[in-house]
């Protein structure tokens, strides 16, 4: 099973579908995010954590509109790391920025699923986190690691400029809601 794998997911169209991975995702959200967010304006569940989400979410945008300057400026990003691991030699050094942002988007995939299990019923990306965004980030990992392009020491350095990239993509939700009231 796993020679499928290789046959189909060269390294360079592992990198190459990053971008297109989160324009699925993203377009999900900005597309789900109006109706999610006028169903629980009213009634939010009863629980800290979905307080939470929501003022969270209602922060971070609920226009279709903000969600898509977020989504453009964070594909802006991703898409410049895309072309720049493509086109650098591959060794380990070249990989630690899109190790960060994968690790980010990974992450983002459960807080997804999380969001959901607060929330009891469907939150938007959580259709495209579980079947999309988790698979190909565990394929994309998988075939880093197997090629020897990242290990753990990597993913370990790339943990701090993880942390540094939420707050670049914060960025995008900021000039959602200042472009789009």
Do not use: C
């Not at 453009?72 to 410049?80: N, V």
């Amino acid at each position: 099973m796993l020679e499928v794998l290789h046959e189909f997911f060269y390294i360079e169209t592992v990198i190459w579908l990053f971008p297109v991975i989160f324009m699925f995702h993203d377009l999900e959200e900005i597309i789900t995010v109006e109706s999610f967010m006028t169903k629980y304006k009213n009634r939010v569940p009863k629980t800290f954590l979905a307080r939470i989400t929501f003022i969270v979410k209602k922060k971070l945008g609920t226009k279709s509109a903000q969600l898509s300057i977020t989504g453009a400026w964070i594909l802006l990003i991703i898409s410049f790391i895309t072309f720049m691991t493509a086109h650098l030699p591959p060794i380990k050094e070249n990989f630690i920025l899109f190790t960060a942002v994968l690790n980010v988007f990974f992450l983002q995939g459960f807080s997804h699923i999380g969001q959901t299990i607060i929330f009891r019923g469907y939150t938007p990306g959580v259709t495209t986190a579980l079947f999309i965004v988790i698979p190909y980030s565990l394929l994309a990992y998988y075939r880093l690691f197997e090629l020897g392009l990242i290990d753990g020491y990597l993913i370990f350095e790339s943990i701090p400029i993880s942390l540094l990239m939420v707050p670049i993509f914060l960025i995008g939700n900021l000039l959602g809601r200042r472009l789009i009231h």
